[in-house]
């Protein structure tokens, strides 16, 4: 049964004063996948909320702006205002989709710019999602607070560059700096090929990072069990994280590789699990020790198993709209698990995980190449930068200090 077919919303539909845009809205949650009931409920809710906005015709655009404040329902309980919220995000992306959608910086003077710079690094460079977006705020940020809002790109200077970098120095990490120092340079270069500033504004200053400098970022073994164990299993997605966390813990995975695992990356019968190593375009089969293969079995019949077999993924979104896991929700789960388990964890990074696979292999005396191979990395640097100092292992290999009795010679 599909949106489209669920008695009540044909109901709703066929009552409803704007049947057009709920049809319209209808079709494009069935082929995101939303379930009927839920489905049901943002249809219900946005019939509630159409006549706030203005020239309601099918297919007019609408201002961000204008659907958070048709939204604003005023005091409700807060799981009204919760699905209201909702609605108002599964509406929003159904507009983006349709190229509906206005954005609120659309008075920018300088959006073209942005919209361009951002198509030469897709186009040009191939940059990621996530690289293009960073290199965006930084972008952003750079003209609204080191530019001005009345001033031209023509007529920025290096003592405006210099002013921001010292304000974004005071805001964040030197390690942080590097990626805002080169955002900036590719942006400045861009515009000067194509004439929007005449002077370089590119000759910024890198700021200095040592590979050894940062403090070891393996967690203790114990804690990273007690955070494994902590998670309530009774939770929605209680099985789900608990899983995951087991598989990047006790097999140092990214995010981007649990989210890539399939049901059939497992191989039951030869007990190995098949990663694709999203980094480097490699593949890499693990053997699974027999506490892990429990663990996969337990979550596939408590959860995986009732979510059906439309997505081959092995992990899932357990909101809608289902569909697999993005890299993104792995930090999320991580953050979330880590907040709740009242480890001190908080605002830890999700890949402390691998570094600590990493440094419990080293401790159990695994070579650093073979320790190199399991991370997917290329170079024994990025494996080095995994294995800070270790004061345990520090200890073990330390000299005997010889003492003054034992020492040799003539006393005056």
């Known amino acids: ?60 655009a609408r201002r961000v702006g204008d659907l958070r404040k048709a939204f604003d329902i005023g005091q409700a309980p807060p799981s009204r205002l919760k699905d209201f919220h909702s609605t108002q995000r599964a509406y929003s992306r159904y507009l983006r989709t349709r190229g509906q959608l206005l954005r609120e910086d659309a008075g920018d003077r300088f959006v073209a710019l942005r919209d361009d710079y951002d198509r030469q690094l897709l186009e040009l460079r191939g940059l990621s999602l996530s690289a293009r977006y960073h290199h965006a705020l930084t972008i952003a940020d750079f003209l609204a607070r080191g ?16 002013r921001f970098i010292a304000l974004r120095s005071s805001e964040v990490s030197r390690h942080s700096m590097q990626h805002v120092v080169a955002h900036l340079r590719s942006f400045f270069r861009y515009c000067r090929d194509r004439g929007d500033i005449s002077i370089a504004l590119d000759s910024i200053e890198t700021p200095r990072t040592y590979r050894d400098e940062l403090p070891p970022q393996a967690l203790p073994w114990q804690t990273v069990q007690a955070l494994i164990e902590s998670v309530d299993l009774r939770s929605k997605a209680g099985w789900r994280d608990h899983c995951i966390l087991h598989l990047m813990a006790h097999y140092g995975l990214r995010p981007s590789e649990v989210v890539s695992l399939r049901l059939d990356s497992i191989d039951w019968k030869a007990a190995t699990l ?63 698990r880590a907040s709740e388990a009242g480890l001190g964890l908080e605002g830890q990074h999700v890949y402390r995980l691998r570094h600590t696979f990493a440094m419990r292999l080293l401790t159990r005396g695994v070579g650093l190449k073979a320790i190199g191979d399991l991370l997917g990395h290329r170079s024994l640097d990025s494996t080095c930068a995994y294995l800070r100092l270790d004061l345990e292992m520090l200890r073990g290999v330390a000299l005997e200090v010889p003492s003054r009795s034992n020492q040799g010679g003539h006393h005056a």
């Not at 709703?12 to 049809?23: D, G, I, M, P, W």
């Not at 990663?275 to 693990?286: A, E, M």
């Not at 408590?302 to 890299?327: I, K, M, W, Y």
């Open 1 to 60: 049964m599909n949106a489209s077919t669920f008695p009540k919303t044909q109901e709703l539909l066929e009552r409803s004063a704007f049947r057009q845009n709920l049809t319209e809205f209808s079709v494009w949650l069935q082929a995101e996948h939303y379930s009927p009931v839920i489905a049901h409920g943002h249809l219900r809710r946005l019939d509630h909320v159409l006549p706030r906005l203005r020239r309601l015709r099918a297919g007019t």
């Open 147 to 162: 530019l001005g809002p009345r001033r031209r790109l023509s007529s920025a200077t290096p003592a405006d560059v210099e």
């Open 274 to 336: 098949h990663v694709t190593q999203q980094k480097t375009r490699s593949d890499l089969l693990l053997p699974l020790a027999a506490p892990t293969l429990q663990v996969l079995r337990v979550y596939l019949d408590h959860d995986r198993n009732r979510q059906g077999e439309t997505h081959a993924e092995l992990f899932l979104r357990v909101r809608c709209p289902s569909g697999p896991l993005l890299r993104t929700a792995i930090g999320d789960i991580f953050g979330k």
